[in-house]
């Protein structure tokens, strides 16, 4: 959403100015942060073994797809996208077994054609259900 990328610009902003960090680490926290959500978005199948091991540390495109569930249950989990420390911290991880993570139906359930309209899209996060 703009407003949540401007608000994260502007507290990035002011953090470098108040820590002072070389250009170089800024852009390298930058590439890092956006890498690890193409990463964590991706269609990537890794083995479940490999899978099972990264997630200790980083959120793996198998963990994160929940989120993106149709059933609330299971999107009201694994909001993170680089470390999944957060996610164990705040009680919000979940897991499934690989077969059932397969088999996610992903995007919303009550979608209808009003996400084509940009004002619609928005506003939406400001809408009460």
Do not use: C
Not at 9 to 33: R, S
Not at 76 to 100: C, H, Q, V
Not at 102 to 120: A, N
């Amino acid at each position: 959403h703009p407003i949540e990328i401007a608000l994260s610009m502007i507290l990035k902003i002011g953090i470098v100015y108040l820590l002072g960090p070389a250009a170089w680490a800024v852009v390298i926290f930058e590439i890092l942060l956006n890498g690890s959500a193409l990463f964590n978005h991706a269609n990537l199948a890794i083995p479940a073994q490999i899978d099972k091991w990264l997630r200790y540390l980083i959120v793996t495109p198998d963990m994160h797809r929940i989120h993106h569930s149709v059933k609330r249950e299971e999107h009201d989990s694994n909001y993170g996208f680089a470390l999944s420390i957060w996610d164990r911290m705040f009680g919000t991880y979940s897991t499934l077994k690989p077969s059932e993570n397969e088999g996610i139906i992903v995007g919303l359930e009550w979608q209808d054609q009003r996400p084509t309209k940009l004002g619609w899209s928005l506003l939406l996060p400001f809408m009460r259900k």
